[in-house]
C-alpha cells in the first residue's frame, strides 16, 4: 500500500468524488460516489475549494461547469476520455442542427452527458438539455413534447432502449447516416419523432444477446440485469435495464442465495461481486473493461494531489464562450428532473 496513506491524509480543501467504475484501490478513497446523474448533482453541492475527480474528462468537465466561484476540479488521468463522447463533434452536431432546423421542424437535442462540454453548448444554443441514463425516459419524454422531434446524442442504443421503454416503435425513429442525411446537399432527413445520432460505446457493444443467452443456459434461474448502454437486444433478453446506481441496487434487492447477472463495466462488477458474497452470486454477463476509467490510478490520484499542495495544479477550464449554453443545458436537466421528482 504504497500510496495510500499519503492519500488518506490529502487536505481538508480537497474532495475526492468517484464514479462506480472506478477500480477498488480509488474508490475507497472517494468520498463522493455515484453514476452521472447522482455525482452532477453532488458536486454542485461541495464546498471545499478543489474537487479531484476520478473519472473520466466530460464528467470533470459538467463538474467544472457546475463549480462554484474560485472552486477547482482536477482529473488525476487528464487522458482519460470516453470513447462514446468523442463520436459526436460540436462542429458536426452544429451542422446536423442547422440543417435539421432549416427544415423547418423544431428539432429539440437531447445530449447523453457522455459528450464534450463544446457539445453540451451547441446543445444548450439550440434549446436542448443534457440526459443522463437514469434520467433518460424522463429527459426524452420532455423533449419530445418541446418541439416536433429530438435529435438524440450520441448513444444510438440510449435512444433506443429509452424511446421503447416510452412506447415508442421502431416506425417512429431514425438512425441518421451522418454522410447521406445529416450534411447540407444529403439525402432527406425522415418526419419521425425521434432522430438518433449513430454512436455508441464500444464496451458495452461487447456485450451480446449470446452472452446472456449462455448466462441463462448455465444458471436457469438467475437473474439479469444490463445497462441501457447495452443493444436493444441485450436489453430486452435481460430481466431489468438502468444507470450504474440502479444495477447496484439491484444486486442489493436480489433474493439471498440468488445468482445475478450484471452487464457493465468489470470494475463495478467484480466490487458487487465481493460485497455481496454472503447474499448472492453476482456473475459479469461478459468481463468488460472501460480502459479509459482504468487510467486513473492511485500514484495519478497521489501525484494529483501533491500538485495541489504545492500549488501547480493544472484545473479543467471551462471556456468562457460555451459556459452559459452548456450549463443552460445542464441546468435544463437538473430543473426537469427536480421538477418531477426524479
Ligand atoms: P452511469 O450514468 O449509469 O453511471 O453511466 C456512465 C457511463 O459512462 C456508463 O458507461
Ligand atoms: Fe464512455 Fe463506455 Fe467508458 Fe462509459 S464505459 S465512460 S460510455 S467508454
Not at 475527480?53 to 470516453?82: I, K, T, W, Y
Not at 456485450?207 to 448455465?218: C, D, F, K, V
Not at 450504474?244 to 468489470?266: H, K, M
Amino acid at each position: 500500500m504504497p500510496y495510500a496513506e499519503e492519500i488518506a491524509r490529502h487536505s481538508a480543501d480537497v474532495t475526492i468524488v468517484g464514479h462506480h467504475y472506478q477500480q477498488d484501490a480509488v474508490i475507497r478513497h472517494c468520498s463522493v460516489t455515484g453514476d452521472s446523474l447522482e455525482l452532477a448533482r453532488r458536486v454542485a453541492a461541495i464546498n471545499s475549494p478543489h474537487i479531484v475527480f476520478c473519472g473520466v474528462f466530460f464528467m470533470a468537465e459538467s463538474a467544472a461547469l457546475l463549480a462554484r466561484p474560485g472552486q477547482q476540479v482536477h482529473l488525476p488521468a487528464a487522458d482519460a476520455n470516453c470513447v462514446m463522447a468523442q463520436m459526436a463533434p460540436a462542429a458536426l452536431v452544429r451542422t446536423v442542427l442547422s440543417r435539421l432546423a432549416a427544415t423547418g421542424r423544431r428539432i429539440v437535442p437531447l445530449a447523453y452527458v457522455n459528450t464534450p462540454l463544446a457539445v453540451k453548448a451547441v446543445v444548450g444554443e439550440f434549446g436542448g438539455a443534457v440526459c443522463t441514463s437514469a434520467n433518460a425516459a424522463i429527459m426524452l419524454r420532455w423533449a419530445l413534447n418541446a418541439g416536433d422531434g429530438v435529435l438524440f446524442l450520441p448513444d444510438a442504443n440510449l435512444g433506443r432502449n429509452t424511446a421503447r421503454s416510452l412506447g415508442l416503435t421502431e416506425q417512429d425513429w431514425h438512425v441518421l447516416d451522418i454522410r447521406r442525411n445529416g450534411l447540407p446537399g444529403g439525402g432527406p432527413v425522415p418526419d419521425r419523432p425521434l432522430l438518433l445520432w449513430p454512436g455508441c460505446c464500444a464496451i458495452h457493444a461487447k456485450i451480446r444477446p449470446e452472452h446472456l443467452t449462455a448466462m441463462r443456459a448455465a444458471h436457469p434461474d438467475c437473474r439479469i440485469a444490463v445497462h441501457p448502454e447495452c443493444s436493444p437486444a441485450c436489453v430486452q433478453a435481460a430481466d431489468a435495464a438502468g444507470s450504474t446506481s440502479f444495477l447496484i441496487n439491484y444486486v442489493r434487492q436480489a433474493a439471498p442465495g440468488s445468482v445475478v447477472g450484471i452487464g457493465t463495466e468489470a470494475n463495478l462488477v467484480h466490487r458487487l461481486r465481493r460485497q455481496y458474497a454472503g447474499h448472492c452470486t453476482v456473475l459479469p454477463v461478459r468481463e468488460v473493461i472501460c480502459h479509459d476509467m482504468a487510467k486513473t490510478t492511485e500514484e495519478r490520484l497521489l501525484a494529483c494531489l501533491r500538485s495541489i499542495k504545492a500549488g501547480q495544479a493544472r484545473p479543467v477550464i471551462v471556456p468562457e464562450r460555451q459556459k452559459a449554453p452548456a450549463k443552460a443545458s445542464l441546468e435544463r436537466m437538473l430543473d426537469v428532473c427536480a421538477r418531477t421528482g426524479a
